[in-house]
C-alpha cells in the first residue's frame, strides 16, 4: 500500500531530514528509526517498553529493514527511538505528513472527495495529546485558570477530511504557553493564527473549503480565509453572534422558502436559509437544517459560510460540508485517544518528544486508515461473488488489524510478504466506506 502510492520515495523523504545524531557514531537510518515509530503506533503497542520486546523477535527486525530499506540484521531499541525523538526537529516529520497527504491529492486519488467538484474539506480541530497531573514543563497548558490541573499538552490539528471517514494530515500547531510571563494561556484561537502559514508552505495552491466549530466563526477567520482566497463552512451558534444569528434566522423566515430532504438513514429534514449576510465587513450565508429521526426526536444544525445558498443542490453540499466536520472528532481525534494509539499516554517527556511521537502516531494512523478505507483487502481476498471480502468483514476493527498486522511481523518471514506481493501485481486502489 505505502509503494502504491508513495512510489517508493517515503523512505527518501525520511533520510533526507537533517539527522541530530552524530553521523560517525549512529548505526540505523533514519528511516528505520521513524519506521520503528511507526510500528509503534500501527500495532497499537501502547508503549516503548512493549516495542522493545517486539524489537527483539528476529522476524519484526527483518521485517523492520524491508520497510525502511535498510540491511541491518537487527532492530534498533526503544530507548534509541526515545533519544532520537527528543532531539529531532518536530517540524520535518510533520512536513513529511503533510507530503504523503499532497502525494495522495497529486495522485488524484482522492478527487472523488472533493466538494462542489472543486474544494478540499480542511477542517480545524483542538485536541488534548500528553496529560500530566502536575506540571510537566512551562509550554503545559492548565485546565483549570493558569495553575489548575491536569496539565495538558494539546494540539490543534488541520485535516482534510472525506465522507469515507479517511482524514489526513494537512498541519499540526501544538498548543502551549511560552516559556517567559504571559497574560492568557495558549489556545485554539490563537494557534489557529500560526497554523495558517504551515498550511500555505504545504498546499500553496489547493483549494480549501476551511470547516471549523463555532469558535472559528469570527470575523478574524474570516477575514483570513477571504485574503487566501479559502471558502468556510463554520458551526453557527446564536451564543458565538447573538445579533447575526437573530438576523440569519429573520431574514429566513421572512423569505418563506425551505427545502425539504431525507438522511441516508431516512430521516427527514428540513433546510432554510439565508443569503447576504454582513459579519464585521466580511459577506457570509447562513444555513439551517431540522432533521427528525425514525423515534420523532427533533435535531436542529446551523452553519454560517462563504458559498452562496443558490439552489438545492448548493444547499446540500454545504449541509454535507458542514456535517462532516464531526469526522475530525469521531474519526481522528476520538480514535488518537481510544482508538488503540493511547494518544494521551506520555511516550517521551523530554526535548521534542512529545511533539515527534504525537507526528508518529499521524503517520501510522493514516497508514493503517488507507487500508481500512480502501479496497485493497476486496482484491486480495476473492469470494464466489467476485466481491471479494471487505475490511470490516475481515478484520472488523483497527484494533484487530492491529493486532493481526503485529503477529505477521513476529511471524512471516520478510520472504513470504515479497512473495505475497509479487503475486499481487499491480492493482489500483479505490477508497470507500465499506
Same mark, same amino acid.
Given at each position: 500500500?505505502?509503494?502504491?502510492?508513495?512510489?517508493?520515495?517515503?523512505?527518501?523523504?525520511?533520510?533526507?531530514?537533517? &539527522?541530530?545524531? *552524530?553521523? *560517525?557514531?549512529?548505526?540505523?537510518?533514519?528511516?528505520?528509526? +521513524?519506521?520503528?515509530?511507526?510500528?509503534?503506533?500501527?500495532?497499537?503497542?501502547?508503549? #516503548?517498553?512493549?516495542?522493545?520486546?517486539?524489537?527483539?523477535?528476529?522476524?519484526?527486525?527483518?521485517?523492520?529493514? @524491508?520497510?525502511?530499506?535498510?540491511?541491518?540484521?537487527?532492530?534498533?531499541?526503544?530507548?534509541?527511538?526515545?533519544?532520537?525523538?527528543?532531539?529531532?526537529?518536530? *517540524?520535518?516529520?510533520?512536513?513529511?505528513?503533510?507530503?504523503?497527504?499532497?502525494?495522495?491529492?497529486?495522485?488524484?486519488?482522492?478527487?472523488?472527495?472533493?466538494?462542489?467538484?472543486?474544494?478540499?474539506?480542511?477542517?480545524?480541530?483542538?485536541?488534548?495529546?500528553?496529560?500530566? /497531573?502536575? #506540571?510537566?514543563?512551562?509550554?503545559?497548558?492548565?485546565?483549570?485558570?493558569?495553575?489548575?490541573?491536569?496539565?495538558?499538552?494539546? +494540539?490543534?490539528?488541520?485535516?482534510?477530511?472525506?465522507?469515507?471517514?479517511?482524514?489526513?494530515?494537512?498541519?499540526?500547531?501544538?498548543? /502551549?504557553?511560552?516559556?517567559?510571563?504571559?497574560?492568557?494561556?495558549?489556545?485554539?484561537?490563537?494557534?489557529?493564527?500560526?497554523?495558517?502559514?504551515?498550511?500555505?508552505?504545504?498546499?500553496?495552491?489547493?483549494?480549501?473549503?476551511?470547516?471549523? *466549530?463555532?469558535?472559528?466563526?469570527?470575523?478574524?477567520?474570516?477575514?483570513?480565509?477571504?485574503?487566501?482566497?479559502?471558502?468556510?463552512?463554520?458551526?453557527?451558534?446564536?451564543?458565538?453572534?447573538?445579533?447575526?444569528?437573530?438576523?440569519?434566522?429573520?431574514?429566513?423566515?421572512?423569505?418563506?422558502?425551505?427545502?425539504?430532504?431525507?438522511?441516508?438513514?431516512?430521516?427527514?429534514?428540513?433546510? #432554510?436559509?439565508?443569503?447576504?449576510?454582513?459579519?464585521?465587513?466580511?459577506?457570509?450565508?447562513? +444555513?439551517?437544517? &431540522?432533521? @427528525?429521526?425514525?423515534?420523532?426526536?427533533?435535531?436542529?444544525?446551523?452553519?454560517?459560510?462563504?458559498?452562496?445558498?443558490? &439552489?438545492?443542490?448548493?444547499?446540500?453540499?454545504?449541509?454535507?460540508?458542514?456535517?462532516?466536520?464531526?469526522?475530525? /472528532?469521531?474519526?481522528?481525534?476520538?480514535?488518537?485517544?481510544?482508538?488503540?494509539?493511547?494518544?494521551?499516554?506520555?511516550?517521551?517527556?523530554?526535548?521534542?518528544?512529545?511533539?515527534?511521537?504525537?507526528?508518529?502516531?499521524?503517520?501510522?494512523?493514516?497508514?493503517?486508515?488507507?487500508?481500512?478505507?480502501?479496497?485493497?483487502?476486496?482484491?486480495?481476498?476473492?469470494?464466489?461473488?467476485?466481491?471479494?471480502?471487505?475490511?470490516? /468483514?475481515?478484520?472488523?476493527?483497527?484494533?484487530?488489524?492491529?493486532?493481526?498486522?503485529?503477529?505477521?511481523?513476529?511471524?512471516?518471514?520478510?520472504?513470504?510478504?515479497?512473495?505475497?506481493?509479487?503475486?499481487?501485481?499491480?492493482?489500483?486502489?479505490?477508497?470507500?466506506?465499506?
Amino acid at each position: 500500500m505505502i509503494t502504491h502510492f508513495l512510489h517508493g520515495e517515503f523512505n527518501g523523504q525520511l533520510n533526507a531530514m537533517e &539527522d541530530p545524531r *552524530d553521523k *560517525d557514531a549512529c548505526r540505523y537510518a533514519m528511516s528505520h528509526m +521513524v519506521w520503528l515509530g511507526i510500528l509503534l503506533f500501527a500495532c497499537h503497542m501502547g508503549s #516503548r517498553e512493549e516495542l522493545g520486546r517486539n524489537a527483539r523477535n528476529a522476524n519484526f527486525a527483518e521485517a523492520l529493514n @524491508w520497510l525502511a530499506d535498510t540491511c541491518e540484521d537487527t532492530a534498533s531499541c526503544a530507548d534509541n527511538l526515545g533519544r532520537v525523538m527528543e532531539n529531532l526537529d518536530p *517540524d520535518q516529520l510533520e512536513e513529511v505528513a503533510a507530503w504523503v497527504t499532497g502525494t495522495l491529492i497529486r495522485s488524484k486519488a482522492l478527487d472523488r472527495f472533493r466538494i462542489f467538484d472543486k474544494y478540499f474539506l480542511v477542517v480545524v480541530d483542538g485536541t488534548d495529546g500528553a496529560t500530566f /497531573e502536575e #506540571r510537566h514543563c512551562a509550554q503545559c497548558v492548565a485546565s483549570e485558570g493558569r495553575e489548575g490541573g491536569p496539565f495538558k499538552h494539546k +494540539v490543534l490539528l488541520a485535516r482534510l477530511v472525506t465522507d469515507c471517514g479517511l482524514t489526513l494530515p494537512v498541519a499540526v500547531e501544538f498548543i /502551549e504557553n511560552p516559556d517567559g510571563p504571559y497574560d492568557k494561556q495558549d489556545c485554539e484561537r490563537k494557534a489557529f493564527n500560526r497554523i495558517v502559514p504551515k498550511m500555505k508552505k504545504f498546499f500553496p495552491r489547493l483549494p480549501i473549503c476551511l470547516g471549523g *466549530d463555532s469558535l472559528f466563526a469570527d470575523q478574524g477567520v474570516m477575514r483570513t480565509c477571504r485574503l487566501n482566497g479559502w471558502m468556510f463552512i463554520f458551526t453557527f451558534k446564536e451564543g458565538k453572534t447573538p445579533k447575526l444569528f437573530a438576523e440569519a434566522l429573520s431574514k429566513a423566515a421572512r423569505s418563506g422558502k425551505s427545502l425539504p430532504g431525507r438522511g441516508d438513514d431516512g430521516s427527514r429534514r428540513t433546510v #432554510r436559509w439565508a443569503r447576504n449576510l454582513t459579519h464585521e465587513g466580511n459577506a457570509c450565508h447562513a +444555513v439551517f437544517m &431540522d432533521e @427528525w429521526d425514525k423515534d420523532g426526536g427533533k435535531h436542529s444544525w446551523a452553519w454560517i459560510t462563504s458559498i452562496s445558498p443558490r &439552489d438545492a443542490d448548493t444547499i446540500w453540499e454545504i449541509v454535507k460540508g458542514g456535517r462532516l466536520r464531526w469526522k475530525i /472528532e469521531n474519526e481522528t481525534n476520538n480514535t488518537f485517544k481510544n482508538g488503540g494509539y493511547e494518544m494521551e499516554h506520555v511516550y517521551g517527556g523530554n526535548g521534542h518528544a512529545l511533539k515527534n511521537f504525537f507526528q508518529l502516531l499521524q503517520l501510522a494512523h493514516m497508514f493503517n486508515e488507507l487500508v481500512a478505507r480502501g479496497d485493497l483487502l476486496r482484491k486480495l481476498t476473492p469470494t464466489p461473488d467476485g466481491e471479494g471480502a471487505g475490511f470490516k /468483514e475481515v478484520f472488523v476493527t483497527v484494533g484487530h488489524f492491529a493486532r493481526c498486522l503485529l503477529e505477521s511481523l513476529r511471524n512471516s518471514p520478510v520472504h513470504a510478504i515479497e512473495a505475497a506481493l509479487k503475486a499481487i501485481g499491480r492493482f489500483q486502489v479505490r477508497f470507500s466506506s465499506a
